[in-house]
């Protein structure tokens, strides 16, 4: 995953009842309905549920031979936004479940899709006009099994629940996470009932075309106007204000590299990096502002993102080897990459069941990636008492050298690494005529 590639993040926020000025009880939330006094930002989370429900409530069905299930797209998507908050709270389907589900229903897509194509004869003729009307006659006349209808109840799905309510539970997910992406670009919380709401009313007016939405095609497209405008400004204050944390960042690490390896990375792990305390073994620091704190340790250090898929497959491995070695002193430290926040970090920790034995803190500086990576994670360091160190970029495949070389290291015989200056093309030289 290449970590110097930066994207806008994601996030939202629902909104929860408040307490009364008594304390008796709490002041539930009005619904969500668009009146005089809506905001722009509950017209917006409107806009996109509207045209998220109007399309997929639309082609779903007719690619997959099944109407969604609304509730269960629903619940899906409110478990979703619920999960982005609480690391403790977990979506009702498996990672295993959902690629299974997801699998099933590309056949049935692919199939049905097999069934619409014209014969070869047909396609000879190149009648584009013909082959169009035959395609969208077999397409209608494919069957479509209605789903329940919805209630508005709270689904809960379990392992012997319909194949169609767990693929609508995870086009909910799906919903959820570009809702979420989308609220994080624009730097802003918006209020996923608004956003259910405009669902909702979009799958009304797919069955029944006379159905009047509360905001009309034109105040929709004026919002998204107004939005894409805002999201133009937002990216460009981004870009200007990534170029001067660039610049400021440069000047913070250029006293910090020392001398430097022929690759250009510092020879020594440079304890003065700053840190950010996530969670750290309280014999070895009760906070901590650098990494002052593992000075004169044998280290075994893994760089990683809490959003990377390789970094979440060699997690387990990692914590494996830090408890392999752990009774001999080694120390074992992984550092969060500058683009996560704590509760991904927390979330990650908790999916790989690290313990005690892993220390975590956080690049929230992102001095430590700007010196000791380039750009791709995991990557994985075994550090000398003295802060020289080897890198291994392919944990994997180096699995069996780095744990000879921590075993070795724990015996007194330091790691050694001597990489090779990066090879630069030779000029070309000038052509004769």
Same mark, same amino acid.
């Given at each position: 995953m290449d970590m110097k590639k930066i994207a806008l993040g994601s996030a939202a926020l629902a909104a929860f009842g408040l307490m009364a000025c008594n304390g008796e009880k709490p002041i539930e939330k009005a619904p969500a309905a668009i009146t005089a006094n809506s905001t722009d930002d509950e017209k917006f989370a409107y806009m996109l @549920?509207?045209? +998220?429900? @109007?399309?997929? +409530?639309?082609i779903i069905p007719r690619q997959m031979g099944e109407e969604i299930y609304e509730d269960a797209l629903i619940q899906a998507i409110r478990d979703n936004v619920k999960a982005s908050k609480d690391t403790s709270f977990n979506v009702q389907m498996t990672v295993d479940s959902l690629q299974?589900?997801?699998?099933?229903?590309?056949?049935?897509a692919r199939k049905r899709y097999e069934e619409t194509r014209p014969d070869s004869a047909m396609m000879a003729e190149g009648n584009g006009e013909k082959i169009k009307a035959y395609v969208d006659s077999v397409a209608r006349a494919q069957p479509i099994a209605k789903a329940p209808a919805s209630t508005g109840a709270e689904v809960t799905v379990a392992a012997d629940s319909p194949d169609n309510t767990k693929f609508s539970y995870l086009l909910g997910l799906q919903f959820a996470n570009q809702f979420l992406n989308i609220g994080s670009q624009f730097q802003t919380e918006f209020d996923v009932d608004y956003f259910i709401l405009g669902i909702k009313e979009s799958a009304v007016k797919v069955a029944d075309s006379t159905y009047t939405l509360q905001l009309p095609q034109d105040s929709l497209n004026a919002i998204g106007q107004r939005y894409q405008q805002k999201m133009q400004d937002l990216r460009a204050a981004a870009i200007k204000k990534q170029q001067e944390a660039e610049a400021k960042l440069k000047e913070e690490i250029a006293p910090l590299r020392g001398d430097t390896l022929a690759n250009g990375m510092p020879q020594k792990f440079n304890l003065k990096v700053k840190a950010t305390k996530i969670a750290v073994d309280k014999a070895i620091a009760k906070d901590l502002e650098n990494f002052e704190p593992f000075a004169n340790k044998p280290l075994f250090v893994m760089y990683f993102s809490a959003t990377c898929g390789h970094c979440a497959h060699a997690a387990p491995e990692v914590l494996?080897?830090?408890?392999?070695?752990?009774p001999k002193g080694l120390v074992t430290?992984?550092?969060?990459?500058?683009?996560?926040?704590?509760?991904?970090?927390?979330?990650?920790?908790?999916?790989?069941k690290w313990d005690e034995t892993i220390n975590v803190v956080w690049d929230e500086s992102r001095q430590f990636g700007e010196l000791y990576s380039d750009g791709y994670v995991p990557k994985v360091y075994v550090v000398n008492p003295d802060g020289t160190y080897k890198m291994y970029t392919a944990f994997e495949n180096q699995k069996e050298e780095m744990k000879q070389d921590i075993a070795g290291l724990l015996s007194?015989?330091?790691?050694?690494?001597n990489p090779e200056a990066p090879k630069t093309e030779a000029p070309k030289a000038a052509e004769t005529k």
């Open positions: @549920g509207a045209q +998220f429900g @109007g399309q997929n +409530f639309t299974a589900i997801s699998q099933r229903y590309s056949t049935i494996a080897i830090a408890k392999e070695f752990a430290l992984a550092v969060a990459s500058g683009g996560n926040q704590k509760v991904g970090i927390r979330k990650f920790m908790d999916n790989a007194g015989k330091n790691v050694e690494w």
